[in-house]
């Protein structure tokens, strides 16, 4: 109960809220599926692999996973930096997604640099909701802010 007590009452200086922890979690997440990326494709531009036998990655897949997941662990410690990593995951792999709907499996690598196909579609909704939970997730006003003032405690003299 405590726990979810906790992940309820995050503030600017307790980063254990649910925003927080999904901020590291998905950010932990893509800067490990870079550097798995990268060691699949090394730094060749014009490799691409699958990985998980669903998911291709190229170069430059790596790289935007890679620059989501620093950021992500950057910004997880308050409040404020969670909720705009949010906004940003809204955002970011909305448009990913957009753009994954139009050209996925799209051969020629000018529109589809990227290298999506379908299940990289299917992950970007998830993480475009992932990102509409951290960035609008509603957390009541901190403890401090609901604990009574110190001198209601302070023996009257």
Known sequence: MALLTRLRTQDETDPSGLPGLLT???GAGF???GVL??????????????VLWLFRVNLLHNVVHLLFGVLGLLMWR???????????LLVGYGAVLVWGLVFANYEDTGPNALALNSWDNVLHLLLVVA???????????????RRPA????????
């Open 24 to 26: 590291l979690a998905v």
């Open 78 to 88: 308050s409040l404020t930096n969670a909720r705009l990593y949010g906004l940003v």
């Open 31 to 33: 800067l490990a599926v």
């Open 37 to 50: 990326g990268l060691v699949l494709t090394g730094f060749d531009p014009d490799r691409e692999r699958w």
């Open 150 to 157: 110190e001198d209601e405690y302070r023996p009257q003299r």
């Open 131 to 145: 990102g509409a939970l951290i960035w609008r997730w509603q957390v009541p006003a901190s403890n401090e802010a």
